[in-house]
């Protein structure tokens, strides 16, 4: 089945360390994103890559760095730097990034720094 | 700049109610698209109707309807007959052609009481 894979589904660390969370598709879809929830909240973009090799700055893009080194990978990595990184975060990806492209998601990692 | 509106945090009907969810937009493009997506309690996103600016139809599916209204720059939507496992956060997302990034409003949570 074609589909977006995030693992795991939760995820602990202790506070410091960096941490990556895989995001895998099997769609052939050009772009991938990340996203981050809080709770009570909407999902604001922390990067996006329109193709291989390439990736841009989200709104909150700070204290997290990701790499696109395959097309159907997009890992995201959560470094010390990052103030408040406990949240839900969810990959997504299109097929282009024209306005009419629907995003697809996958299941989320929530993570949880002690 | 772009923006969604959300203003319902939280609703909750008994089933069998109809309910709407609204959603007011801003954008200084003439070319947008606008989304409705699912989140239930597993945490996935699910894709439930996307519309363009240059369409203002009504569309229904099943017990779903979306009443695009470009006068009032909104797009609600409307359950009727609600069922219990329509309970799920439900998100308005606007995206136009000046950009690629997808915004989304703060998301509606809805409850609907067997």
């Known amino acids: 089945d074609g589909g977006i894979t995030q693992s795991p589904k939760y995820l602990f660390r202790k506070e410091g360390q960096n941490v990556t969370l895989s995001c895998e598709q099997n769609?052939?879809?050009?772009?991938m994103y990340w996203y981050r929830q809080d709770p009570g909240q909407g999902l604001r973009l922390i990067y996006y890559?329109?193709?291989?090799?390439?990736?841009q700055k989200g709104d909150i893009a700070e204290g997290y760095s990701v790499s696109r080194e395959k097309k159907e990978s997009f890992p995201l990595t959560v470094t010390s730097a990052q103030k408040n990184p406990t949240a839900f975060y969810l990959c997504?990806?299109?097929?282009?990034?024209?306005?009419?492209?629907?995003?697809?998601f996958g299941p989320g990692t929530r993570l949880t720094v002690l | 700049a772009q923006k969604v509106t959300q203003a319902q945090t939280e609703i909750s009907v008994v089933e069998k109610e109809d309910v709407t969810l609204d959603c007011v937009y801003e954008?200084?493009?003439?070319?947008?698209?606008l989304f409705w997506y699912k989140q239930p309690p597993s945490g996935e996103l699910v894709f439930l109707i996307r519309?363009?600016?240059?369409?203002?139809q009504n569309e229904i599916s099943g017990r779903y309807s979306w009443n695009f209204q470009k006068s009032t720059s909104s797009f609600n939507f409307t359950i009727t007959a609600s069922q219990v496992v329509d309970s799920a956060v439900y998100f308005c997302?606007?995206?136009?052609?000046?950009?690629?990034?997808?915004?989304f409003g703060e998301g509606t949570q809805l409850t609907v009481n067997p």
């Open positions: 997504a990806s299109s097929d282009g990034t024209g306005p009419w492209n629907e995003q697809f």
């Open positions: 769609l052939n879809h050009d772009a």
């Open positions: 890559s329109q193709i291989v090799n390439d990736f």
């Open positions: 954008t200084r493009d003439t070319t947008y698209y």
């Open positions: 519309r363009n600016s240059f369409d203002e």
């Open positions: 997302a606007l995206k136009g052609t000046s950009g690629s990034r997808l915004t």
